[in-house]
């Protein structure tokens, strides 16, 4: 079957073409500035095509019809016709307590979408004008939404309420929901055949420009470090991750902050950012560390320290470990924020194996850790995108 995987932003589109019988991409790119001046779509394809188009894309139907254009392109399309595109799955970062799976999309599921904004005020708009987008463009064609949020709908209550009130959680639906569900349902998925091991016990390090750390346990997620919101967990890029909720009033007051304003200086002020003193960028600080500079490295440290405790909070969450695997931007590409979670935890059977943890990319799975080491470790890069393509393959023909 040929999937149309969509990731629908406010001003952007992005998008595979995928062959699930063949398990490859077809086609790739990325619509900009969509209703703003200069926006152009990029375009690729797996056999090496590429074109670039500059013109008016004033909504999100526009862009699609793009999409199909370029797809059936004589000269960088793969397609011979839009009717081989037969499904189509949308990325959606928040399905708050309504979704707890992949869901085809009707009339009703698209009323309850709009109760995710929410949740998730920045997003659940753009996916929405991406899916009517879709809808419009080619109707019929069976779409479907996947979820980041719904891999961590299994937690058990105790995982994910807080302790406040159970007023604001009955109100409000306050409670942990956490993000980057797709790509931890995915690199777990692929450590647990990895380890030759289906009830295996799994740390998920997806640590990037935002960065999440899940406990799966059976295939289900147990607990994962995001919240109610993705600033919560590990500190990150530009986000500064769990703090004390009494720094909040403080920092209001000291400054004069309001709470809008409080909200944008702890997700764009804060992180990797905030502590260097240089850049959110993972390399830039990588450089700065090597260059002597002793709060890039301060940061890169605070980073290896955070993932360090939740592996091993999770571990004694989950009553043991079987595997730690590391994905994403920084997960992937950066041995030094691998070497220095995994350091200290000999106690729980983790042996870093230094050269073969030395590589800073690789398109396939690499194992990090000592043959002997009782815990595995694995970097995997991360495929949400395959994913989202094969649920909307099995609810398309369901």
């Known amino acids: 079957m040929k999937v149309l995987v969509v990731n629908a932003g406010s001003s952007s589109l992005k998008y595979q073409l995928f062959d699930t019988a063949e398990g490859i991409v077809l086609a790739k790119g990325n619509c900009e500035r969509i209703g703003i001046d200069g926006s152009r779509i990029t375009h690729k394809t797996m056999e090496g095509k590429s074109r670039v188009k500059e013109m008016p894309l004033p909504t999100h139907s526009d862009a699609i019809s793009l999409v199909v254009e370029m797809l059936l392109d004589k000269e960088v399309g793969c397609i011979a016709s839009a009717k081989e595109i037969e499904a189509i799955g949308h990325r959606v970062v928040h399905g708050g307590p309504y979704f707890a799976q992949s869901v085809l999309v009707t009339d009703e599921v698209m009323e309850v979408l709009e109760n995710c904004r929410a949740y998730a005020p920045l997003h659940t708009g753009a996916h929405i004008m991406g899916i009517r987008g879709c809808l419009e463009v080619m109707p019929g064609v069976p779409q479907v939404l996947v979820f980041d949020t719904a891999f961590h709908q299994t937690m058990e209550k105790e995982a994910y309420m807080y302790g406040i009130s159970y007023d604001m959680y009955d109100a409000y639906k306050i409670r942990r929901y956490g993000a980057h569900g797709t790509s931890h349902r995915y690199v777990s998925a692929e450590a647990a055949k990895l380890i030759g091991k289906k009830d295996a016990k799994i740390v998920t390090c997806h640590i990037g420009n935002g960065s999440s750390i899940s406990a799966v346990k059976d295939g289900k997620c147990m607990d994962t470090s995001m919240g109610f919101t993705p600033l919560d967990g590990i500190m990150m890029g530009t986000r500064c991750g769990a703090i004390d909720p009494a720094i909040v009033p403080f920092i209001m007051e000291k400054k004069g902050f309001t709470p809008a304003e409080m909200d944008s200086f702890m997700n764009k002020k804060c992180g990797f ?93 690499v194992k990090i850790s000592k043959d002997s080491s009782r815990v595995a470790v694995y970097m995997i890069p991360t495929n949400e995108e395959l994913v989202i393509a094969q649920d909307t393959e099995a609810l398309a023909k369901a």
């Open 273 to 365: 950012l905030g502590i260097s003193g240089i850049s959110s960028d993972a390399r830039d600080i990588e450089a700065a560390m090597k260059d002597g500079n002793e709060r890039a490295k301060l940061a890169f440290d605070m980073l290896c320290y955070q993932i360090k405790k939740f592996i091993g909070s999770y571990s004694a969450a989950m009553g043991g470990l079987d595997a730690i695997v590391f994905t994403a931007g920084i997960g992937e590409h950066t041995p030094y924020i691998r070497a220095g979670a995994l350091s200290g935890l000999e106690f729980l059977g983790v042996e870093l194996d230094e050269e073969r943890n030395s590589f800073v990319h690789s398109d396939t799975p």
